[in-house]
């Protein structure tokens, strides 16, 4: 009777939590599935029509290269952010008030909104005004000033500044939590034993902190998968539409083109192509994570 009560109990507490996953994730999840396999469209219909549209995925050359763009754009920000947050975590570990203020300063970023920031590096980025292109002739880096998004690959590194500008404060926040919770015997014995800083991080910090970089590589890689709104705001999808991000051409078909039940296919699709990769990279970090 007590266990019982426990388990209501439970699930009271529980109940707030599923109510809301019930009406936000899975509910509207049932309702894409269903809708993929539609005529659906913003203009009406909604007829069933089958496989129709996955098969129509295989032959759509832009979902593809979009895809192609995503892939290119996550495997050069995610080690990007991940050996930069690391490397930041390792410079303010020490909880010292400078350099406490000084993680607070690179977290800031982390709170302003992608679409603020966006805009904010879209006018720093900008060939006649832009502070970015004054800095480096200032540097002596360039002899002249860049126009970053005439060229696919110029407008990729000017998004990839922007995002780690953004993002590096969240992995290095993590980092920094899992190198203080490392215990203080293991360092200072390492210490006693004459290993030097760059032994003790390769062999005392990576090592401890294998499940956190597993869980901030994780977020990183998902996160640029999803990549939309500083692709949208910085670059428009150009030039040419080389930086079409997947979940961008998504948007184009979905409310561009008005062709709601292709896009709900293509989102099922792009989901089932991250879960594979999260399963994927879970299954291989967890074999060589410490127990």
Do not use: C
């Not at 909104?113 to 900008?126: A, H, I, P, R, Y």
């Amino acid at each position: 009777m007590r266990m019982r009560n426990k388990n209501l109990v439970g699930l009271v507490y529980m109940a707030p939590a599923l109510i809301f996953v019930s009406l936000f994730v899975l509910i509207p999840f049932v309702q894409l599935i269903y809708t993929s396999f539609t005529d659906a469209s913003l203009l009406g219909g909604g007829k069933w029509v089958g496989f129709t549209n996955y098969t129509r995925i295989w032959a759509d050359s832009n979902f593809w290269k979009a895809l192609a763009f995503t892939a290119k754009y996550t495997l050069f920000i995610t080690p990007v952010l991940m050996i930069g947050g690391y490397l930041l975590a390792l410079l303010t570990a020490t909880n010292r008030p400078v350099l406490q203020f000084a993680r607070g300063v690179i977290f800031m970023p982390v709170v302003i909104g992608l679409g603020t920031s966006s805009l904010l590096w879209l006018w720093l980025f900008d060939q006649q005004v832009g502070l970015f292109n004054k800095a480096l002739l200032d540097l002596h880096i360039v002899d002249k000033m860049l126009v970053w998004f005439t060229s696919a690959d110029m407008a990729l590194w000017a998004v990839i500044i922007s995002v780690v500008w953004k993002v590096v404060g969240f992995g290095m926040i993590l980092f920094v939590a899992a190198i203080q919770s490392i215990s203080k015997e293991v360092t200072e014995a390492s210490l006693i034993d004459g290993a030097s800083y760059w032994q003790r991080v390769s062999r005392i910090y990576l090592p401890l902190t294998t499940r956190t970089i597993l869980l901030v590589t994780l977020i990183s890689a998902i996160g640029s998968m999803l990549a939309f709104e500083q692709l949208y705001i910085m670059t428009g999808g150009g030039p040419r539409g080389l930086t079409f991000t997947s979940v961008y051409w998504i948007y184009q078909s979905s409310f561009i083109k008005f062709q709601l039940g292709y896009g709900s296919a293509l989102s099922i699709v792009l989901t089932a192509i991250i879960m594979i990769g999260a399963a994927i990279q879970i299954t291989l970090t967890a074999r060589r994570a410490p127990a």
